[in-house]
């Protein structure tokens, strides 16, 4: 399973992003698919998820109202469109998989088992 990230950039407080993760090497339809974000010397913090079609998505309070997680499983593709950007998002942003089938899905980055390779989002104020 490979993950390919992309879509980063620079931008001004209040601008948007789109960030693509194409997928390939496996059927991950229906599977958890989040996005993960990590600054420098912070740890790697959960951002947004998708389960499987017709689960659902859930986000980290802090981009809620602001980013939207799809999934284009035709496209086998997730999307991260992220809106009123702030300072505080420039993080080196990456995408990962749950393959796991879990009661409640996970936020935490131990639980993930294939990651991109992240794109860095920088937001100037």
């Known amino acids: 399973v490979q993950l390919q990230a992309s879509g980063g950039g620079s931008v001004q407080t209040g601008g948007s992003l789109r960030l693509s993760c194409a997928t390939s090497?496996?059927?991950?339809?229906?599977?958890?698919l989040s996005w993960f974000r990590q600054s420098p010397g912070k740890e790697r913090e959960f951002v947004a998820g998708?389960?499987?079609?017709?689960?659902?998505?859930f986000y980290a309070t802090p981009v809620k109202g602001r980013f939207t997680i799809s999934r284009d499983n035709a496209k086998n593709t997730v999307y991260l469109q992220m809106n009123s950007l702030k300072p505080e998002d420039t993080a080196v942003y990456y995408c990962?998989?749950?393959?796991?089938?879990?009661?409640?899905?996970?936020?935490?980055?131990?639980?993930?088992?294939?990651w991109g390779q992240g794109t860095q989002v920088t937001v100037s104020s």
């Open positions: 990962a998989v749950d393959r796991s089938v879990r009661i409640a899905s996970s936020i935490a980055s131990v639980d993930y088992e294939y």
């Open positions: 998708i389960r499987g079609p017709g689960f659902g998505t």
């Open positions: 090497g496996g059927t991950l339809g229906r599977y958890t």
